[in-house]
């Protein structure tokens, strides 16, 4: 079965960086999109954002120039490098993919953004 469980959340300072793992299994990886989406407290989850299988990537406009997302297919793993983090980017951080017609979403890691 589809899993994805991510990791590399915790807490950071205002302007610093983390980078967060998404390992993946249950379906091919390499062939199908990814992407991540955050969920801060008490409010809607939300895009941060994409990369296809051929390495395009996309963002959402709140992140562009800060968040890398890269794919790593021999090891079935997505990545999110957070960088320059703002204290309101404090939320749930989800991997999420769309196969065979069912979206999969892991458990998330949180990631805390204070001094």
């Known amino acids: 079965q589809v899993q994805l469980v991510e990791s590399g959340g915790g807490l950071v300072q205002p302007g610093g960086s983390l980078r967060l793992s998404c390992l993946a299994s249950?379906?091919?990886?390499?062939?199908?999109?990814m992407s991540w989406y955050r969920q801060p407290p008490g409010k809607e989850r939300e895009w941060v954002a994409r990369?296809?299988?051929?390495?395009?990537?996309s963002y959402a406009d709140s992140v562009k120039g800060r968040f890398t997302i890269s794919r790593d297919n021999p090891k079935n793993t997505v990545y999110l490098q957070m960088n320059s983090l703002k204290p309101e980017e404090t939320a749930v951080y989800y991997c999420?993919?769309?196969?065979?017609?069912?979206?999969?979403w892991g458990k998330g890691t949180l990631v805390t953004v204070s001094s």
């Open positions: 999420n993919v769309y196969y065979r017609d069912m979206e999969y």
């Open positions: 990369i296809d299988t051929g390495g395009t990537t």
């Open positions: 249950g379906f091919p990886f390499s062939t199908y999109v």
